[in-house]
């Protein structure tokens, strides 16, 4: 299964970012929709498409105005957009106001209520996260392949989510900021830093993690300390737009 890593930074794009966005391009399946979604064109590699957002803000969102022109001529049987109902509300009627944006995309949005089938034998299931405004994290399990996303949340060795994302095979997890970072700053705006995601990983005995979600502000292919984890978590790689990776 190939991961393809459209936008892998948050809050804003930076000169070798754009905002949360990744693609699971043989399924159909996009986790996020930031500004990265301008690279998603290219990878369509079916005609069925679910999206997933993690929440409403909006550099994890913005990219769904982008789909009128990512699947211009593009002969599509279904988009679908899967969130919190109250999530998938505040974009229907702000991001998509007409005064803001009158020419919406066609896709449905479908309120989470319980696990997902997708393409591939593949089922979806989510678990809340704490972050300013709420959020999900989602697991995909595969007959024979696992993948937990987690993003926009505090992450440490106790986080209350450590046994959904137990034993995947790829842990993409945010890491939003170095430990150089005050960790009350941190906590206030509901992210996550270095040491935390690296004990996480492993706490809930992951088999690779991939660190994303990185801090906007630094415009460095490190930003936040790749060996600090390494030390903690070996098998821990840094996110780069456009990187491809198999699981």
């Given at each position: 299964?190939?991961?393809?890593?459209?936008?892998?930074?948050?809050?804003?794009?930076?000169?070798?970012?754009?905002?949360?966005?990744?693609?699971?391009?043989?399924?159909?399946?996009?986790?996020?929709?930031?500004?990265?979604?301008?690279?998603?064109?290219?990878?369509?590699?079916?005609?069925?498409?679910?999206?997933?957002?993690?929440?409403?803000?909006?550099?994890?969102?913005?990219?769904?105005?982008?789909?009128?022109?990512a699947?211009?001529?593009?002969?599509?049987?279904?988009?679908?957009?899967?969130?919190?109902?109250?999530?998938?509300?505040?974009?229907?009627?702000?991001?998509?106001?007409?005064?803001?944006?009158?020419?919406?995309?066609?896709?449905?949005?479908?309120?989470?209520?319980?696990?997902?089938?997708?393409?591939g034998?593949?089922?979806?299931?989510?678990?809340?996260?704490?972050?300013?405004?709420?959020?999900?994290?989602y697991?995909?399990?595969?007959?024979?392949?696992?993948?937990?996303?987690?993003?926009?949340?505090?992450?440490?060795?106790?986080?209350?989510?450590?046994?959904?994302?137990?034993g995947?095979?790829?842990?993409?997890?945010?890491?939003?900021?170095?430990?150089?970072?005050?960790?009350?700053?941190?906590?206030?705006?509901?992210?996550?830093?270095?040491?935390?995601?690296?004990?996480?990983?492993?706490?809930?005995?992951?088999?690779?993690?991939?660190?994303?979600?990185?801090?906007?502000?630094?415009?460095?292919?490190?930003?936040?300390?790749?060996?600090?984890?390494?030390?903690?978590?070996?098998?821990?790689?840094?996110?780069?737009d456009?990187?491809?990776?198999?699981?």
């Amino acid at each position: 299964m190939k991961l393809v890593m459209l936008g892998t930074t948050g809050y804003h794009p930076n000169d070798l970012r754009d905002t949360a966005c990744y693609m699971l391009p043989e399924v159909g399946v996009v986790l996020d929709a930031g500004t990265g979604m301008q690279r998603l064109r290219r990878h369509l590699a079916t005609d069925e498409l679910d999206i997933f957002l993690s929440h409403a803000h909006l550099d994890h969102v913005v990219g769904l105005t982008f789909l009128l022109g990512a699947l211009y001529d593009k002969s599509m049987r279904r988009v679908t957009v899967h969130g919190e109902a109250e999530k998938l509300a505040a974009v229907r009627e702000h991001l998509f106001h007409p005064t803001l944006f009158p020419v919406a995309p066609e896709f449905e949005m479908r309120p989470l209520t319980g696990p997902v089938t997708i393409a591939g034998g593949g089922k979806v299931t989510y678990f809340p996260v704490e972050h300013p405004g709420g959020g999900v994290g989602y697991r995909i399990d595969w007959p024979e392949r696992s993948l937990a996303y987690v993003t926009d949340t505090t992450a440490g060795p106790d986080a209350r989510y450590v046994e959904q994302i137990r034993g995947v095979d790829l842990l993409l997890h945010e890491c939003n900021f170095s430990d150089d970072v005050p960790s009350d700053f941190v906590q206030k705006t509901g992210h996550s830093q270095t040491t935390p995601v690296a004990t996480l990983a492993r706490a809930a005995g992951v088999k690779r993690l991939v660190l994303t979600h990185l801090d906007s502000a630094i415009n460095e292919v490190d930003p936040v300390g790749l060996a600090t984890a390494q030390r903690i978590f070996p098998n821990t790689e840094l996110a780069d737009d456009g990187k491809t990776i198999e699981f």
